[in-house]
Structures are given as C-alpha cells and as structure tokens.
C-alpha cells in the first residue's frame, strides 16, 4: 500500500496487517479511534514493512495508538514521523505480548501521550527486538521494556521527555544520548547525557548542528555507518551540514536569549570543510530560524 490518507477512521485501525507481509508505505494515518488495541495501523502475525510514513493523532484506549500489534514475525517499522497519538501505553509504537524480531529503527516519535506514566510512547512486551537510530523527543517518556530479553537499545537520541527516559527490564543498553529527562537517563554503555543540538527542535526540525555531540558518536561497528561511510550518528538523521557555518556563537557574559548590553561583543568560530577562511561576516536580528529574512534588524556585509 502507497500514497493513501487514512484519516477519522472510528471504531477500527486505520490500516491492519494480520498474517501477511504487507509494505505500508508513502501513507498518512491520522485522526483514527479504537475503544481496543491499535488506532492507527496494527499488525497480527505478520511481518509488515511500515516505511516513510506520517501516523499522527490517534487514540485507543489501550495499547499501540500509532503503529502496534502482537505475535508479529519480524516487522520493521522505519523512516517514519509518529507524533501526537494517544493510549495508556505503546502510544506511538506499542506492541504486546507474545511478539519477536521487531526492526525498529530511524524514526522521528514526538509529542505522542501516554496515560500511564509507567509505560513509554514506544512500549515493547516481548523478546528479539531492536530499537536503533530513532530520534524520541518530547513525548511523556520515552522508552519501556517489559519481558525483553535480547532486546537491543543503540544509537538513540532520547531527550526531554516528560517522566523517563529509557526503563527496560533486560535489554542491552548502548551508544544512546539520553538526557533532559525527568528520570532514568542512563544511555547505556559508551553512551552520552548531553544537548544534542538539534538545528530547530521547536520548529520539529531534529536535525543535527556541525557541533552536536551526536555526530559520530553511535556505534563503530561498520554495520551501523551513516549513509557516506561515516561512523554512525545518534538519531534518526545523520548530519546534514550547510557550509560555511559559524559555530559556537556566543555573546560575551549575557544571556544569548535575552541581549540587554547595547554594544555586545559576540564571538564565533569558523568552519568550512574545503579549508576557506572567512572573508566576510553579517549580523542579522528576527523573529524565527529563517535566516533568509531578517525580520528586525540586519548588519548588511561587514
């Protein structure tokens, strides 16, 4: 299946795999309620192929809002963007026991809500399962673990989540940046607690900055290696870097939000991967991230 919106749908998923291999694929899932399990798209004993979808604001009253199931052979679920779902527990990505051999991985879940705060927007009862290269930010927390022997956790970025971070009961825990979390902000062997230096988190843009601690911090193994070669970075998104870029901006001892100083003294470093220097420099004063308008005030080139 590709290209459909599924939107309002009541009393039902919005998309059901059971005992198949089907491919979701390219679909908005949206606005969908179930007084059960699953809202959005839910999986039975099949091993689903859930890529580069947009599953957002739906709501069930138990487990797996956005994309669940149970006894499942093998699903992956992968480049999608899952925000604004709600159900007790799995609000985002919830499946229940008996279920094995999940493929989670390279996923954007966001301000999705849980009514328990015992349980995670990506909520796993089951064994095999693999949660790799997702970027899980601003939901009530991010994520739970039950029975989950031999489950993998590695190269998250799992941050400023409203209760915890990641809760598991026996999985292997590693190369996560977990951080600005109520509680359990362990990531795991060779892991970070650090801003990740998302380039517009507020504008849902979790792409990471030049100077993200994330970058190239995931695990070595060349099996995880971003998409040029590189060494894995955390997350969803390995960098995108728009060059030349200044760095490190700074305005000597004020608060950068709040400049009151009328003649600041700001301070950068430069960076260009072909070696130029810089030539120029322009200081622009607005009201967004859009740096193509500066709405208030703009130096013009110095």
Known sequence: VGGLGVRSASGTCGGECSGSS??????????????????????VNSGALITNNVVHSNVCSKTGAGIGGYGSVTP?????????????HG?????????????????VVRHNTTSSTGMAPVYINGTYSDIINNTIVFN????????GSYCVI?????????????NPAAAYVAYNDVWGNASY?????NGISADPLFIDPFGNNFQLMAASPCINAGDP???YNDPDGTRNDMGAFPTVVVLPVAQDVSVSSEDQTHVVNHMPQF????????????AAYEIQVGTDNDWTVAEMWSSGEV
């Open 154 to 166: 590695e190269n998250n970025i799992i941050v400023s989540n409203d209760y915890f971070g990641i």
């Open 185 to 189: 902000n362990n990531p795991g062997v």
């Open 91 to 107: 609000s985002a990505i919830g499946f229940i026991s008996p279920v094995s051999g999940l493929n989670i991985h390279h996923n």
């Open 22 to 43: 089907a491919v979701i694929r390219n679909c908005e899932v949206g606005g969908c309620y179930h007084s059960g399990d699953g809202a959005g798209i839910w999986c």
């Open 140 to 147: 009530t927390s991010g994520v739970s673990i039950l029975s």
């Open 221 to 223: 193994d060349p099996v």
């Open 76 to 88: 992956e679920i992968c480049y999608n963007e899952i925000y604004e779902n709600e159900s007790p």
């Open 267 to 278: 301070q950068w470093t430069f960076y260009d991967l072909e070696g130029y220097s810089q």
